[in-house]
């Protein structure tokens, strides 16, 4: 029967020389013989063994998991247990790097926008990035609140054309003009703005908010730290930032 040394059983099993000490020292891979110069030779059944580390390494499974597979009597009541746990740890690495993927496809986006570019940009972006789960749930909830006051405006308007019932149009006018007042108040106390000079985060009175020139995405505001006049960048308000406006 053919005998290995430890660089022969490192070379037909893709590994190094310290990978075969190491798993000897671990009491994994313990050598068949020795030879009368102190030498570790290793079997057939040993490069077996060696392959069925290497892969079971492959798979992402620890030295003691390894090591408690292969010294138990009976591995078949346990090789799936270990293979699960494995699965479950490899599907919460995956999800963990497609998150942090998709945090730097973001960033990258949020730089491309920047005309001027520091350090303290980041921390905007982190900011909206943070928040922008929240900031989309507002809009949500802005979106669904305001439906049924459209529905009734536009249906209001339509009656009036073809049918000459102005008066559902004047309900339309007496139920919004509250909406809108405490609709202002609650949108803006859970808003809050980026000022692109000095990164301060704000949020501006109502009156100013509510009469600000927007985009989807920005409003014309100016600082209350260091009176920048212009867009800043619209985000969902932490508990930092949040009060009454």
């Not at 190491?22 to 063994?49: C, F, H, N, T």
């Not at 920047?114 to 972006?125: N, W």
Request: with cysteine; charged share 25%.
């Amino acid at each position: 029967m053919s005998k290995y040394t430890t660089g022969e059983i490192a070379k037909l099993c893709g590994v190094t020389v310290r990978t075969v000490q190491y798993y000897d020292r671990r009491g994994i891979l313990v050598p068949s013989e020795l030879s009368e110069g102190g030498r570790r030779l290793y079997s057939e059944d040993d490069v077996k063994r060696m392959k069925i580390i290497c892969f079971l390494r492959e798979l992402g499974l620890s030295i003691e998991q390894v090591r408690q597979l292969l010294t138990e009597e009976d591995p078949g009541s346990v090789i799936s247990l270990l293979l699960d746990q494995q699965e479950k740890v490899l599907k919460e690495e995956i999800s963990g790097r497609e998150e942090q993927l998709k945090k730097l496809s973001e960033l990258k986006t949020g730089l491309k926008s920047m005309h001027e570019f520091s350090v303290e940009s980041i921390g905007d972006i982190a900011y909206v990035m943070t928040n922008k789960k929240k900031l989309k749930n507002l809009r949500i909830i802005m979106v669904l609140t305001a439906l049924p006051l459209g529905i009734l405006q536009w249906s209001s308007i339509i009656l009036w054309i073809t049918r000459g019932i102005w008066w559902l149009f004047l309900v339309w006018i007496v139920v919004s003009i509250p909406y809108i007042f405490y609709f202002s108040r609650w949108y803006f106390k859970k808003m809050a703005y980026i000022c692109p000079q000095c990164h301060t985060v704000f949020q501006p009175t109502v009156r100013e908010g509510f009469w600000a020139s927007h985009t989807p995405a920005t409003r014309k505001l100016t600082c209350p730290n260091c009176g920048h006049h212009g867009f800043c960048v619209e985000v969902a308000a932490g508990p930092e930032v949040q009060g009454d406006v």
